[in-house]
């Protein structure tokens, strides 16, 4: 049977357990995210209250953590301190909270929520029912008889499960630093077209470095449309479903990338539609690959609220490992559930002065993921447009970029053995432009 459990401060727990006790529900308090999530494994089809106050966690990665523990069995009820606005309203849904209120609701909605737990009322004598299931109607079931026919019913799925399914929803992964110059922009562009090595998946890539913003040129494309653009369309009112398709440009490797303004004052007109691109491009694509810039902006929360897996960028140094601090705590004050985040150590050496370890343990046990350092082969060709060629040559930097993506899309239930499926090295004779030393490599 569906169990209440309410996880929270004194005052939550003393009005759940008052109201489930009048109810006659036997219910269940914790005051720590840690005894809420042991106790919900063993029960995955409680109804679960989390408060707006927690001892240990913030109460969205409790909520996060909770539906990834057990899926959509559970039914969870999230509460917060203010009012509930847009923002914070889909910082909850997508954590995976069924239903939001303020503590000023607090009474009202756990009254509501509970008295869906309580057996229908008893129709009165002599009327016929032919949906009855036992054939008595109007008479009482044991308690017995009530615990077989829950158990004989199908599982209840909320309804955010029921419209996920029917409707398409795209993989989003976000790319952000807590400074510039740490190689948010390559890694975005290689992990899209890893992911579109194959051809059997859409991915679009979405450059908002709102203020230098360098996607388009490493793709050779000279005078795309911008965002800018597509931002004075929407002010005038366009549907951005209509117009958006006209702002996608096809690049290498079968991607379709979205460039960002020219200059940083064309890029504050894009702000305010962010969250809008980004949903429609989850609409059209599998995948949606998004880089940020250093300077933290409203696309940045916009972009992690939205993304299943947020990367973090960091370089084996103390300073860039104090702002990729920095940028962590930031994402838990924006409510970016901890799940969704991970470390990416870019650049990585085994002989470095920070190894993967230490970085891991300064994070407090952040996933993290090395991308090798790939020697000149990168520059090379990056700058003359053709970034693919990596994957094919099979260099280190492009090869952690497969695995990486392979154990991440795997603990989203997303396997896609993208290193499985890499390219064959091609014959120098196929690559006459490339460099001796390239040619040499790609032969061995």
Not at 107 to 112: K, M
Not at 291 to 311: N, R, S, V, Y
Not at 366 to 372: D, I, K, P, T
Request: proline share 5%; aromatic share 4%; hydrophobic share 45%.
């Amino acid at each position: 049977m569906t169990e209440p459990m309410f996880c929270g401060d004194a005052a939550l727990i003393s009005t759940g357990m008052s109201i489930a006790q009048d109810m006659g529900l036997d219910a269940r308090a914790f005051c720590t995210g840690a005894q809420c999530r042991v106790a919900v494994a063993q029960s995955p089809e409680a109804l679960v209250f989390v408060g707006s106050k927690l001892r240990d966690v913030d109460p969205l990665n409790l909520v996060a953590a909770l539906r990834k523990d057990v899926g959509p069995s559970c039914r969870i009820v999230l509460f917060q301190e203010q009012e509930i606005g847009g923002s914070l309203s889909s910082r909850g849904i997508a954590a995976g909270a069924d239903a939001l209120a303020t503590d000023g609701e607090r009474e009202e909605t756990i009254r509501r929520q509970l008295t869906s737990l309580l057996p229908a009322p008893s129709r009165p004598a002599g009327r016929e029912d032919a949906g009855d299931p036992l054939g008595r109607s109007g008479e009482l079931l044991l308690e017995s008889e009530l615990d077989a026919l829950i158990e004989a019913a199908p599982p209840r799925r909320p309804a955010r499960a029921v419209t996920r399914i029917a409707a398409k929803q795209g993989f989003v992964i976000c790319f952000a630093s807590g400074r510039g110059g740490q190689g948010k922009s390559t890694l975005a562009l290689l992990t899209a077209m890893a992911l579109a090595s194959d051809g059997s998946k859409k991915v679009a890539l979405l450059d908002l470095d709102l203020q230098f913003g360098e996607q388009a040129f490493l793709l050779g494309q000279q005078e795309p449309p911008r965002l800018d653009a597509l931002a004075a369309r929407l002010e005038q009112g366009a549907d951005i479903g209509q117009i958006l398709p006209g702002f996608l440009v096809a690049a290498q490797q079968e991607i379709e990338f979205m460039a960002a303004p020219c200059t940083p004052e064309a890029g504050d007109r894009v702000l305010p539609y962010c969250a809008a691109i980004i949903q429609e491009l989850k609409r059209r694509f599998d995948f949606v690959v998004v880089d940020t810039g250093g300077f933290w902006t409203e696309a940045h929360a916009d972009a992690l609220q939205m993304a299943d897996i947020c990367l973090l960028l960091c370089q084996q140094t103390a300073s860039s490992l104090h702002a990729c601090k920095r940028a962590l705590a930031l994402c838990s004050r924006l409510h970016i559930p901890r799940v969704k985040l991970a470390c990416v150590i870019n650049r990585y050496v085994n002989k470095g002065s920070l190894l993967k370890d230490d970085i891991r343990f300064a994070l407090d046990g952040l996933s993290c993921y090395a991308v090798s350092q790939g020697d000149g082969e990168v520059e090379d060709l990056l700058s003359s447009g053709c970034a693919h060629e990596l994957f094919a040559l099979r260099n280190p930097c492009a090869e952690s970029i497969l695995r990486m993506l392979d154990d991440l899309l795997g603990r989203a239930g997303l396997s896609c053995q993208l290193a499985a499926r890499r390219r064959l090295v091609p014959e120098a004779s196929m690559l006459p432009w490339l460099p001796k030393r390239l040619k040499r490599k790609g032969g061995e």
